[in-house]
C-alpha cells in the first residue's frame, strides 16, 4: 500500500552542518509532498511543499526536491542551527484531503 | 493566513470521566477537519475525519463510541474522550483544510491529555 519512509533519527549535528534527511514515498499518480516540522510540547508546522516533479520546495535555509523518478523528496539545509533542533515529518497528500505520514525524524542540533 | 486553534492544550483528568478538546478554525471555514493522536516519540496516527453536519469517519481500530467528534460548524469540532482511561493519554492533533480545494492541512497546536 500507500506509505512513507524516512531515515530513523536521531540525527545529532553540530551547528553549522550540513542536514540530509532522506523521504521515499510509495504511491500511484503524482501525489503533493510535503515537509512538517514540530517543535517540542506543539502541533505540526508546514515546512515547505512541492506539488509536482522537479517542483523544489523552500522555506528558511531548508530545501527538497520533488524527484518522481526516485519517488523521493529529500530535506536538505546547508547550515543548521540550534533552533532547528525539532522532529521533522515527511508527508504526501494524493488526491483528497488524506495525509499519509512518515514515521518523523528527530533532529538535535548541538552548539 | 491558516489559523487553528486548540482548546485546552493540556488536561489531566480521572480514570472513568469525559474530556472535551475543541478545535478552531479561526480565520477561515473548514470543510474538513481531521483528528490525529500521536504517541511519544511517534508518527501521528489519523483517527477520523469529520465534515461539517455530517458524520465522523473513523480509522479501522478507533472505537466510535469512545472518541466523540462533532462537527456543528464550519469552524468548530470537538473531540471528546469518553471514560478515559490511562492508555488514552496522548498527544491529539487536529487539522482543517480550506474549501479552496488545495487539500493543505492546517494543524493546531495539539493537547496533552493525562489520564490519572
Known amino acids: 500500500g500507500d506509505s512513507v519512509t524516512q531515515m530513523e533519527g536521531p540525527v545529532t549535528l553540530s551547528e553549522e552542518a550540513f542536514l540530509t534527511i532522506n523521504c521515499t514515498y510509495t504511491?500511484?499518480?503524482?501525489?503533493?509532498l510535503f515537509w512538517y516540522v514540530q517543535y517540542p510540547g506543539e502541533g505540526l508546522q508546514l515546512l515547505l511543499k512541492?506539488?509536482?516533479?522537479?517542483d523544489k520546495g523552500s522555506n528558511k535555509g531548508f530545501e527538497a526536491t520533488y524527484r518522481k523518478e526516485t519517488t523521493s523528496f529529500h530535506l536538505e539545509k546547508g547550515s543548521v542551527q540550534v533552533s532547528d533542533s525539532a522532529v521533522y515529518f515527511c508527508?504526501?497528500?494524493?488526491?483528497?484531503?488524506?495525509?499519509?505520514f512518515g514515521g518523523g525524524t528527530r533532529l538535535m542540533v548541538k552548539p | 493566513g491558516a489559523v487553528v486553534s486548540q482548546h485546552p492544550s493540556r488536561v489531566i483528568c480521572k480514570s472513568g470521566t469525559s474530556v472535551k478538546i475543541e478545535c478552531r478554525s479561526l480565520?477561515?471555514?473548514?470543510?474538513?477537519m481531521f483528528w490525529y493522536r500521536q504517541f511519544p516519540k511517534q508518527s501521528l496516527m489519523l483517527m477520523a475525519t469529520?465534515?461539517?453536519?455530517?458524520?465522523?469517519?473513523?480509522e479501522q481500530g478507533v472505537e466510535k463510541d469512545k472518541f466523540l467528534i462533532n462537527h456543528a460548524s464550519l469552524t468548530l469540532s470537538t473531540l471528546t474522550v469518553t471514560s478515559a482511561h490511562p492508555e488514552d493519554s496522548s498527544f491529539y492533533i487536529c487539522s482543517a483544510t480550506k474549501p479552496s480545494g488545495s487539500h493543505e492541512q492546517y494543524f493546531g497546536p495539539g493537547t496533552r491529555l493525562t489520564v490519572t
Open positions: 469529520s465534515n461539517e453536519g455530517s458524520k465522523a469517519t473513523y
Open positions: 504511491a500511484t499518480g503524482y501525489p503533493s
Open positions: 512541492a506539488t509536482k516533479a522537479d
Open positions: 508527508a504526501y497528500n494524493n488526491a483528497g484531503n488524506m495525509l499519509t
Open positions: 480565520d477561515f471555514q473548514a470543510t474538513t
